[in-house]
């Protein structure tokens, strides 16, 4: 199938009804990939700045809307969690971003199909490709449908805690295996015992992590590995 009917088919299969593809081809084109043909100014760069302050605006209205009582530090601190790099990753692992980018050799070759803040700036792309094809009133629309998993996460109060997921979706695109955990120290008392636990990734302790759970202790270490291996 070719490039662009793959797009097409990506743009259909979220619900978007869009006008002009090539906005879309170009979010999707990596500026590693526009030099190698000497084609600089069709990558998405530009997209991804406009995105970026989208996305912001996007996000600023929901939490103003949603949350009235919040003062403004609050509100800027929950539109921080929901624009940072680790979200927009994880809706750039969900929506399998990966498959219809466009890199260049080396940046292919480097891992750049499965790197966080590459994705990340993609999928700001394509909001601004969104905001330019069909405006801001229905591009919030499709961007707040894409973020509900995250505002779930949000409601419930474990928004940038889920590392455990992150790394797993990371490692699967980047090595084709999950990370496994172990409780490597269990230290005192019943009723006031803290964990220490380690994840493993392809053979190696990436990350070790402490908490008064298990659970607590495997995110902790997830985090710390995240921050580790991703650029």
């Given at each position: 199938m070719?490039w662009?009917?793959?797009?097409?088919?990506?743009l259909?299969?979220?619900?978007?009804?869009?006008?002009?593809?090539?906005?879309?081809?170009?979010?999707?084109t990596?500026?590693?990939?526009?030099?190698?043909r000497?084609?600089?100014?069709?990558?998405?760069?530009?997209?991804?700045f406009?995105?970026?302050?989208?996305l912001?605006?996007?996000?600023?209205?929901?939490?103003?809307?949603?949350?009235?009582?919040?003062?403004?530090g609050?509100?800027?601190?929950?539109?921080?969690?929901?624009v940072?790099?680790?979200?927009?990753?994880r809706?750039?692992f969900?929506?399998?971003?990966?498959?219809?980018?466009?890199?260049?050799?080396?940046?292919?070759?480097?891992?750049?199909?499965?790197?966080?803040?590459?994705?990340g700036?993609t999928?700001?792309?394509?909001?601004?490709a969104?905001?330019?094809d069909?405006?801001?009133?229905k591009?919030?629309?499709?961007?707040l449908?894409?973020?509900?998993?995250?505002?779930?996460?949000?409601?419930?109060?474990?928004?940038?805690?889920?590392?455990?997921?992150?790394?797993?979706?990371?490692?699967?695109?980047?090595?084709?295996?999950?990370?496994s955990?172990?409780?490597?120290?269990?230290?005192g008392?019943?009723?006031?015992k803290?964990?220490?636990?380690?994840v493993?990734?392809?053979?190696?302790?990436?990350?070790?992590?402490?908490?008064?759970?298990k659970?607590?202790?495997?995110?902790?270490?997830?985090?710390?590995?995240?921050?580790?291996?991703?650029?």
């Open positions: 070719h662009s009917d793959r797009i097409k088919s990506f259909d299969s979220v619900g978007w009804e869009i006008n002009n593809l090539n906005l879309y081809e170009q979010a999707l990596h500026s590693s990939f526009a030099h190698e000497g084609q600089r100014r069709t990558n998405n760069e530009r997209l991804e406009l995105g970026d302050a989208v912001e605006l996007i996000i600023s209205d929901y939490l103003y809307e949603r949350y009235p009582h919040f003062p403004e609050k509100l800027t601190r929950l539109r921080a969690d929901l940072c790099e680790a979200s927009l990753a809706l750039a969900e929506l399998n971003i990966s498959e219809y980018l466009r890199l260049g050799k080396g940046e292919l070759q480097g891992g750049g199909a499965s790197r966080p803040s590459l994705l700036d999928v700001e792309a394509l909001i601004g969104l905001y330019l069909i405006g801001l009133e591009c919030m629309q499709y961007v449908d894409l973020y509900k998993p995250i505002m779930k996460d949000l409601q419930e109060g474990i928004l940038r805690r889920d590392y455990k997921t992150l790394l797993q979706e990371f490692s699967q695109a980047r090595y084709a295996v999950t990370p955990y172990r409780i490597i120290d269990a230290r008392p019943d009723h006031d803290e964990f220490e636990a380690e493993v990734l392809t053979g190696e302790a990436v990350g070790c992590g402490r908490g008064r759970s659970k607590e202790a495997e995110q902790a270490a997830a985090k710390e590995a995240w921050c580790k291996i991703t650029p």
